[in-house]
T-cell receptor
């Protein structure tokens, strides 16, 4: 089944404890992206990647890191999480540029930082 | 920079009522426009899209027309069902914006039986 998977689905952690949220897609998509969803703000793009070893900042990259060493994986790293990073996170992938192509979303990761 | 503005929700309708969710945008280039739907507890799914002016996207009875003159992409459905209850997001992606995708805040729709 074609899908985007994220792990973990739920995570409660404490301020300053490094964490990684994994994202993997099995559709051989070139484009991958991370978003955070907050009430009243919709989805805001954190980072995106046009292809392996190519990443770029979205609108809210502060406090996050990403890497794209393989085409299928695009992990999101929070080196020192803070409470303002409590949010619902979505990974997405697309067969090409999102200008014309549909994005396929993972099921989401709900992160709480205490 | 680019932006998307949607009507605030929630929108509550009775089954078989007509639905309109307004969406307007600002963009420096010629964006593609999308409507995504998010059902409870799930990720977003593409509902429909339009890539150039005057294009009409349609899917599952929903329609939206890309209006460049009014910079709008309003979502409509003639007769809603309870199963349409979800959050709807308008979005744009603009080559001039570096392939970023900008989403609106989302509009929650409740449909009563």
């Amino acid at each position: 089944e074609a899908q985007v998977t994220q792990n973990p689905r739920y995570l409660i952690t404490v301020t300053g404890k490094k964490l990684t949220v994994t994202c993997s897609q099995n559709m051989n998509h070139e484009y991958m992206s991370w978003y955070r969803q907050d009430p009243g703000l919709g989805l805001r793009q954190i980072y995106y990647s046009m292809n392996v070893e190519v990443t770029d900042k979205g609108d809210v990259p502060e406090g996050y890191k990403v890497s794209r060493k393989e085409k299928r994986n695009f992990p999101l790293i929070l080196e020192s999480p803070s409470p303002n990073q409590t949010s619902l996170y979505f990974c997405a992938s697309s067969p090409g540029t999102p200008g014309v192509n549909e994005q396929f979303f993972g099921p989401g990761t709900r992160l709480t930082v205490l | 920079g680019d932006s998307v503005t949607q009507m605030e929700g929630p929108v509550t309708l009775s089954e078989e009522a007509f639905l309109t969710i307004n969406c307007t945008y600002t963009a420096t280039g010629y964006p593609s426009l999308f409507w995504y739907v998010q059902y409870p507890g799930e990720g977003l799914q593409l509902l429909l899209k339009a890539t150039k002016a005057d294009d009409k996207g349609s899917n599952k009875g929903f329609e939206a027309t890309y209006r460049k003159e009014t910079t709008s992409f309003h979502l409509e459905k003639g007769s809603v069902q309870v199963s349409d209850s979800a959050v709807y997001f308008c979005a744009l992606s603009d080559r001039a914006g570096g392939f970023k995708t900008i989403f609106g805040a989302g509009t929650r729709l409740f449909v009563k039986a």
